[in-house]
């Protein structure tokens, strides 16, 4: 009898991925309720395990697989994302199963043998349309280049109605529950969102062209099973529309006011700036840098349609944390956002200068040229702190009325 046990999905399908309870950093995304990363085995009559998981989590995996069946009786391994979460463990995993065949897209061929260093004929490449015969049932391809990685596909088995998404409609939470209606929808719609920003953001156009093949194609779908977080029972339509909605980005009444502080001034022009939107109707977050880790202030930024940063003048240049913050942030690419800048100075004050460059290198539209203050403000000072928030505000009933 082993620790980890197989989870029944279906009478024909077990989750056998692996649960990470210590995980708090996925390659710089804070992940503050660890994560999964899902594996699939198909008991058809050729066994296939759909991905498999990071490296360190391979005896546990494999203690799950033999928990329902022999592993070296897997004759197929499909790897649907080749990122590094799901194909750690791969080549052990072939070592141990020594499965007749291995599958990935055709960049998914290329991505693994240039992580292992493998024969090109190793891996078999199948491609969007494709489909292969697992004795009984069949697994269909469907390639979704760029969500997020150049090699990512889907894997679809009509019997059973079940989709493999890899990456696509998954979180980092880990949990003993297998199934999203066996967990609050509020935790769900957080860590769901705090994964689209950090990973989907940059590619929403791409996300819209999924949402609408997916529909085109009509695939019924009982369970949508990522390959993190818990595998979509009840939420499959909701997941859907949260992933459509965040990938449109439209305008929505909430700001973000990003900053950092030496001496404290910045501090205060970040909550007179707060007020300013606030008083124009505009939900607003206030994100000190030293109390909010970047991937949750992206995850603040994908849903609002203002950002105003703060930074004081440091040696001629930006605060380094807002520097790394706005890098982070640029990378992402948030789409249709209004925004300004503001920050205290001693003498040169480049800050704000420096700022309004990177916001329109971000394409964000500015309101105004900025706001300096000298040293510490004054009470004339974080009124205009105050203004500059709500002309923010302003200009941004005025985008969300356009809107309407
Ligand atoms: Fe979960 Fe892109 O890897």
């Given at each position: 009898?082993?620790?980890f046990?197989?989870v029944r999905?279906?009478d024909?399908v077990?989750?056998?991925?692996a649960?990470?309870?210590?995980?708090?950093?996925f390659h710089?995304?804070?992940?503050s309720?660890?994560?999964?990363?899902?594996?699939?085995?198909?008991?058809?009559?050729?066994?296939?395990l759909?991905?498999t998981?990071k490296?360190?989590f391979?005896?546990?995996?494999?203690?799950?697989?033999s928990?329902v069946?022999?592993?070296?009786?897997?004759?197929?391994?499909?790897?649907n994302?080749s990122?590094?979460d799901?194909?750690g463990s791969?080549?052990?995993?072939?070592?141990a199963?020594?499965p007749?065949?291995v599958?990935?897209s055709?960049?998914g061929?290329?991505?693994?043998?240039a992580?292992?260093?493998?024969?090109?004929?190793?891996?078999?490449?199948m491609?969007?349309?494709?489909?292969?015969?697992?004795g009984?049932?069949?697994?269909?391809f469907?390639?979704?280049?760029m969500?997020?990685?150049?090699?990512?596909?889907?894997s679809?088995?009509?019997?059973g109605?079940?989709?493999?998404?890899?990456?696509?409609?998954g979180?980092?939470l880990?949990?003993?529950?297998?199934?999203d209606?066996?967990?609050?929808?509020?935790?769900?719609?957080?860590?769901?969102?705090k994964?689209?920003?950090?990973?989907?953001?940059?590619?929403?156009?791409l996300?819209?062209?999924?949402i609408?093949?997916?529909k085109?194609?009509?695939?019924?779908?009982d369970?949508?099973?990522?390959?993190?977080?818990?595998?979509?029972?009840?939420?499959?339509?909701?997941?859907?529309?949260?992933?459509?909605?965040?990938a449109e980005g439209?305008?929505?009444?909430?700001?973000?006011?990003?900053?950092?502080?030496?001496?404290?001034?910045?501090?205060?022009?970040?909550?007179a700036?707060?007020?300013g939107?606030?008083?124009e109707?505009?939900?607003?977050?206030?994100?000190?840098?030293?109390?909010?880790?970047?991937?949750?202030i992206?995850?603040?930024v994908?849903?609002?349609?203002?950002?105003?940063?703060?930074?004081?003048?440091?040696?001629?240049r930006?605060f380094p944390s807002v520097a790394?913050?706005?890098?982070?942030l640029?990378?992402?690419?948030?789409a249709?956002?209004?925004?300004?800048?503001?920050?205290s100075y001693?003498?040169?004050?480049?800050?704000?200068?420096?700022?309004?460059?990177?916001?329109?290198?971000?394409?964000?539209?500015?309101?105004?040229?900025g706001l300096?203050t000298?040293?510490?403000?004054?009470g004339a000072?974080?009124?205009?702190?105050?203004?500059?928030?709500?002309?923010?505000?302003r200009?941004?009933?005025?985008?969300?009325?356009?809107?309407g």
């Open positions: 009898m082993s620790v046990q197989a999905l279906t024909r077990y989750w056998v991925g649960i990470d309870w210590a995980l708090r950093d710089g995304y804070s992940t309720r660890g994560s999964t990363y899902n594996a699939y085995l198909i008991m058809s009559d050729r066994i296939t759909v991905d998981v490296r360190p391979f005896d546990e995996m494999m203690q799950r697989i928990s069946a022999d592993p070296s009786d897997i004759d197929i391994i499909v790897s994302h990122e590094m799901h194909s791969l080549p052990e995993t072939v070592r199963v020594g007749s065949r599958i990935a055709p960049m061929c290329k991505a693994l043998s992580h292992f260093h493998w024969e090109a004929d190793t891996v078999e490449a491609g969007t349309g494709d489909s292969i015969d697992l009984g049932m069949n697994l269909r469907i390639e979704t280049r969500l997020h990685w150049p090699d990512s596909m889907v679809y088995l009509p019997e109605k079940l989709l493999f998404s890899q990456d696509g409609f979180m980092h880990a949990s003993t529950e297998r199934f209606d066996q967990l609050p929808r509020d935790l769900l719609e957080a860590e769901a969102r994964y689209y920003a950090n990973i989907l953001m940059p590619y929403s156009p996300v819209r062209g999924l609408a093949n997916l085109k194609m009509d695939l019924d779908i369970l949508l099973c990522p390959d993190h977080g818990p595998v979509w029972r009840s939420g499959i339509q909701w997941i859907m529309e949260k992933w459509a909605y965040w439209r305008p929505a009444p909430r700001a973000v006011v990003i900053y950092d502080t030496m001496w404290g001034s910045t501090r205060s022009m970040a909550e700036v707060a007020e939107l606030a008083g109707g505009v939900s607003t977050r206030v994100l000190p840098l030293r109390a909010t880790h970047i991937s949750d992206a995850s603040e994908l849903e609002s349609s203002a950002i105003v940063v703060g930074s004081p003048t440091v040696n001629g930006i790394e913050c706005m890098n982070y640029g990378g992402l690419r948030p249709g956002m209004i925004g300004a800048a503001f920050g001693g003498w040169s004050g480049e800050a704000v200068k420096e700022l309004n460059g990177l916001l329109e290198g971000m394409k964000v539209r500015l309101v105004g040229d300096r000298l040293y510490v403000p004054d000072a974080l009124m205009e702190a105050v203004e500059l928030g709500g002309s923010v505000g200009e941004l009933n005025g985008m969300l009325k356009g809107e």
